[in-house]
Every structure is written in C-alpha cells, then in structure tokens.
C-alpha cells in the first residue's frame, strides 16, 4: 500500500485517538512516526504504532500524561515522565527548557519514566528551526557488546545534535550501536540473513542469523571509539536523569514493563546571526569539497535524510500489506492487531 504523508499522519493520527490519546498528542507522536517514514527511518516510523497502543491497553503507557516538572535549579530541569507517550513528554519539557534557556544561555532538561523517544533528528531540528543549538541523547535495552566482550552490555544510546543554519539547519543522529535492533528484526521478518560484522549470537560468535542475533549482540560501531561513546552516554544519562542503566533498562522493545530508561537535552540560548551566517558558510565549504572516487558529491550530516524526505514527500512511502491491515484493525479499536 502506498500512501502520502498527509494520508499516513491522518492514519496514525486516527489509530492513536482511537485508543484514548487526546488530539494534540496524537498528531505529535503520529508526526514523529510519519518523519521517520519519510526519512527511511522505518525502524522508528509506523511498524511502531501496534505496540504503543499495546502499551496504552496493558496500563504502561498513560497517554494523557505529559509529565512533572522540578527545577533543581534556574537551568537545570528534572523531569518525571509519568510514563507518558515519549514525544509529548519531551516536547513539554522542551517547552519549559526553550524559554529558560532564553533567560540563562543554557538549560538541561533531565526525563526519567517517559517512553520511547524515536528519532531523535525530530526534535534538534525543531529546535534549530527555532534557533536554538542542542543536543539530545537517549539511552535503550542493553543490545550492544562491549568492545573486546560478548554479552550485550549497553544500549544503543543515539546522540542527535542540531545546530541553526541556512537554507536548513545541521541536523546530526547516530546510534552509538553499528545498526538499530530494528533492522535486525526487519531482516528476520523477511527471511533475510544480516550482513556479517552487525552482530553475535548468545555465545558470543559472530553471526549472520538475524534470529541468532536478536538473542544475542549489536556490535558497536567504530569498533572501540564506538563502544566509548555508548557507555559514556550511558553513565551520564543514567547519571543526570536517575534512570535505569544497562541491562536494568526495559520498556521499550516490550509491550508489558514500564520504560525506564533516561532522556537528556541539552538547550542553548537562540543562536546570533553571525553564529549562523559562520556555520552556513562552513557546511557550503564543505559541501563544495571535491568528491572522493566513487561519490557523486560531498554531503553534510542531515543532506541523506533530506533527500529521502524529498523523494518520500513525491513518491509516498510503500506500508507492507500486513502492517496496512494491522493498521486497519488498530483504526477500528482492535488492541492486538
């Protein structure tokens, strides 16, 4: 089934207000999920939908909620996400960050008990859009081995960074795990095996069983740089938020625990336009470098996504015929699709 954006954001829209979330929230988690769509994201897009609302019906998700707010002090926001929809907590909290930090140069915003974020490029590209610089970090269910080990230790712990520019800000988000879980499990439910390199089996060999992997490892990406890096978001995180860390994180691959994992935004004040105009001029710089053998032309972080996008916006995006009819029943008040 293809369908547009437009259509797509009506569907999941639809689907989320027929399981008892209100209006508002329901268009910003449905235009989360469709953004990830159209940025060939689909691990966080739409195929997310059954389990939110699984989530919703089992009593670990409470979709009204937006989350509770303490200001430990004038630029450091402590948040309690109530196990509120991901989105519509963050976004809250942004809210209240956005303004503080317009007053101090900075604010932190520190989210506990709130559930799946998603893409986090969503959120440092509204900000930026605002202009405001920030940077986002998440953490997840212990899926990664460590560098040198065999045991999913860490999780996949994105960072997303985001920066005011022209004609479009610069928009960074990257796991810290070589590929997402989601692919994994998009490889698996086509019958397909998975590159070797991405993961380990529960015995710590190298495989290329998509089945074997998801009992198994993620491996890190940048081998130990990569593993560095995702075991130092994990810490500060969990450190900041007082959050679950490592293999203590559930809630979201599951339909049944409460998300416990931590959320962390760091906010600037609104960004100068000669800070901009620097910037702008820099990634053009960039842009305009030669080509390496066998590329077409040099790209900055967020030009890929926007070229998807573009394309996603003309072509509508393809729903598999068995998520379209999952989606149906969803619309129609069904909980286990």
Known sequence: MQLTASQLRELATAI??????????AGEQADLLVEAELRG????????????????????TDPQATGSHDWLNQSFLKVDGEAGLGPVVALAALEAACARAVETGVCVAAI??????G????????????GHASIALTTSEALVHPWGGRSAMVGTNPIAIGVPAEPEPFVLDLATSLVAMGRIHDHANRGETIPPGWALDRDGNPTT??????RGAIAPFGGAKGYALGIGIEVLVAALTGSAIGRDVVGTLDSEWPCNKGDLFIVFGQQNSAATRLVSSYLDEVRRSPAAAGFAAVEVPGDGMRRRRAAAMKEGVRIADDLWHTLQRLRAGEVRA
């Open 41 to 60: 994201l689909a691990s966080h897009g739409i195929l997310r939908l059954p389990r939110i609302v699984e989530r919703i019906h089992n009593g670990v």
């Open 119 to 130: 893409m986090l490029a969503w959120y440092v590209e509204r900000l930026a859009i605002r």
């Open 16 to 25: 989320l207000s027929a399981h008892d979330v209100p209006e508002p929230f």
């Open 209 to 214: 069983d998509p089945e074997a992997a998801k």
């Open 112 to 117: 506990a008990n709130g559930n799946h974020l």
